[in-house]
């Protein structure tokens, strides 16, 4: 009697759930960046439109605006830029002396500086003209922080950390002291230098101007790890809070990759059940929403 044989087929039926973090990709300041060169880029006359250094730091982001004819003039070298060309400034600012340069050179400026940069960069200059010693918490190769030094006169200080704000002297007791921090500075370590500078100066303002867009896309990942296999961080890898991002899905969860785009989507995130996404402030909504897809559809 002839066998009866069957070949069974493995057969994968796989439900994945995507689980969006709930505050994740552009920051209000990168978007009003990226938005303000779109438009500049769609109604320009003919006249050439260059950024000022990268406009954000993620790859596909600035493939895109580079097709739609956006040039990049490295720091802030106006040399062989046309009169009446378009300049765009980035969300983090520049120093008053560059837009001196821009319109010394007929260029014209459009200013993309964030609002929250805007704000540090004015009470730098206001507490300056009012005599105080401006010191700004921040990283002294960041560009907001070249951009607010510009703004605080003479008695300016940069410090970087707490070791750093060890050092001051003492103020004298009828000096007017400011504390201002970098956006995207670390909170606790601002909380320490405050806590230092307290001692040491009698007449202090701290003003802290630490943004909360890192925080909140922070806390927002720490909620979600819990609730799925593995989490994607989708970003720009020169991204300094994607990085942070990464870190924490690392801690927080089993499974966590960090991809720029969905074409490097892991093989095995294919085969779990829940996967996590969040990305860094500037990750454009596109390729977010390509990651998404991708997972989806296979
Ligand atoms: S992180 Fe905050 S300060 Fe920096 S660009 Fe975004 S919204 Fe503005």
New binding site residues.
Partial sequence: MPGLFFILFPLYITFMEVILADVLGY????R??VDTATLTLENNNGNKVYSLGPLIHNQVALEMLSEKGLCVLKDDNLENVKAESKIIIR??GVPPETLKKIEENKCEVINAT????LASQKSAAKYAAMGYTVILAGDRNHG?VVGIAGYAGKKFILIENCSDAEKLPLFSADENVVLLSQ??FSREEFKGISEILQKKAQNLKVMDTI????RERQEALEALCPKVDGVLVVGGKNSA?TKRLFQIAKTNCKHAAFIETADEIPEEYYLLDKIGITAG?STPDSVIQSVVARLTKK
């Fill in positions: 920051c209000f300041g990168v009003r960046a969300a983090h964030c609002p929250k940069v907001e956006t995207t943004c909360s867009a890192t809070n402030a």
